[in-house]
């Protein structure tokens, strides 16, 4: 026979599991970035390419070719420690896309600069200068 106590438990336990799964299923792009991080970023390998890291996970690639063509692709990313996750990168050159999907970044930063890594054995990045620290 269940009691009174018995119900409330289970009550209880179900409650608990509910929120355990609405929080891990939520969860997904909600991590502890630092502030500093959002922003634009510019190449630092000649041209207008940049991205832009937007506080709600998004971001915005944009890439200009030397005829001045625009090319644009937008999508989600995620903090994991010291990388950022661009979902649904696009690469572009200037025919348009060289092709699109995971990319993930080191970053690095200094007391004035971010830099988010394309690639680090030809010192490629994008980089973000933060304002001056008085």
Known sequence: MITGKMKVVMIISLVLV?????????????TNEPEMLF?????????????????????????VTGSNK???GTGK??????????????FYNDKGSAGSGLWISKVESTDNEIKLIYSSENDIYYSQKLPIKK
């Open 77 to 90: 990313w995620k903090w994991n420690i010291n990388e950022i996750d661009f979902h649904d990168f696009t």
């Open 18 to 30: 509910v929120i355990l799964f609405l929080f891990l299923s939520n969860h997904d792009y909600k």
């Open 39 to 63: 922003g634009k970023y510019c190449f630092n390998n000649g041209g207008t390419d940049s991205i832009i890291i937007y506080k709600d996970h998004t971001y915005k690639h944009k890439y």
């Open 70 to 72: 625009v090319y644009e």
